[in-house]
């Protein structure tokens, strides 16, 4: 059975190395005579795959010992309402960025927690962008400022992130790992794993120790950063396989290693862009400064071609490509396990639509 170029948001493609070492370890995991799935979450080869995930991300984001790395269920919806609740004390504002529709999201939980201060606003500009540095209002003493690195849904990208005095957070569920930054300038991140990291329904949180003391004493302990970092995300029985998967792919992306799938990823994003901008055809929907790396949105001249255009791509084999259903138009998702290859497809894809139908 052949495998598709799945141009998902997420759930995404997979590397296919992951998914075979999953089936070949699946019912016998390191000669245990148990599946990973079916191991204790105490014993000593769940403990090995938890330590080793996390000395991975360490690792790959070059964390000092002043950061944690956590896992926590509910992907990154739940880090929505976690970072507020955890960061914003009564009495207190936090600013929030708002990029897009996932902003939006994480705006709407923090205010049913406290005071949220919107300190810039482009979730409507058209066409979509990021606001730069000197657009930014932001609160003296703020509690926290936020920001989505990627926004998915729209299509466009921080590409460079502010100087803030308070401690920053980012969502960066669609494109951690895909690029180098500097994790130092950030108190928090958090990203739902489905992207770029692994399976759905966990994120992976990476924040500094001191800020896991922040929340009041009355918050239950599974919505309390503390509990995570104090017992290594080991307090209850966390997603055992679902880390796994993270972990075998964290292993992946240290061998790719991240300055070459960064140039990678520019790549594939480039060349998909080319064939947009290179056409009248095909209209990009993001400022060419903002445009994501991971998430290509375009149009095409009307909706009943562009449902045509993915009818036609997805009997090819080019799957997945539906914009989000708010926005609607066309989204090819490039995250760092997309093949190049796919990139190729798609390409010589438009070029064949545009001439029989353009
Ligand atoms: C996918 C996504 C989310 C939502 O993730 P869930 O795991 O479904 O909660 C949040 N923010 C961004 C930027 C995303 O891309």
Known sequence: MAR????????????????????????????????????????????????????????????????????????????????????LGEGHTADYVHTGAWAGKAIKEAKRVGAVHIAADTSEAVPARIPTPADLDLTPGAAYVHLTSNETIAGSQWKG????????????????????????????????????????????????RDLAERASGSLPAMLRYATYVEHDSLYNTPPT???????????????????????????????????????????????????????????????????????????QGLTGLKGHRSVGGLRASLYNAFPSAGVDALVSFMKAFESRRG
Request: hydrophobic share 45%.
């Open 4 to 87: 598709v170029f799945n141009f998902g948001a997420g759930p995404a493609t997979l590397p296919e190395a992951v998914l075979t070492e999953a089936q070949r370890e699946l019912l016998d995991f390191g000669g245990t005579g148990m599946s990973i799935i079916e191991s204790s979450h105490r014993g000593k080869a769940y403990s090995a795959v938890h330590e080793e995930a996390v000395a991975n991300y360490r690792q790959l984001l070059g964390l000092s010992a002043e950061y944690a790395v956590i896992f926590v269920a509910g992907g990154a919806s739940m880090q929505f309402a976690m970072v507020p609740l955890n960061l």
């Open 161 to 208: 992130f502010p100087d803030t005095d308070a401690p920053l957070v980012a969502d960066m569920s669609s494109d951690i790992l895909s690029r180098p930054f500097d994790v130092e300038r950030f108190a928090l991140i958090y990203a739902g794993a489905q992207k770029n990291l692994g399976p759905s329904g966990i994120a992976l949180v990476v924040l500094r």
């Open 241 to 315: 396989f679902s880390i796994y998967l993270m972990m075998l792919y964290s292993r992946w992306t240290l061998k790719e290693g991240l300055a070459a799938l960064h140039a990678r990823n520019v790549e594939k994003a480039a060349r998909l862009y080319a064939a947009i901008d290179g056409s009248d055809f095909y209209t990009g929907t993001v400022a060419k400064e903002c445009r994501s790396d991971m998430n290509v949105t375009f149009r095409l001249p009307s909706d009943e071609l562009e449902a045509l255009f993915m009818r036609e791509a997805d009997a």
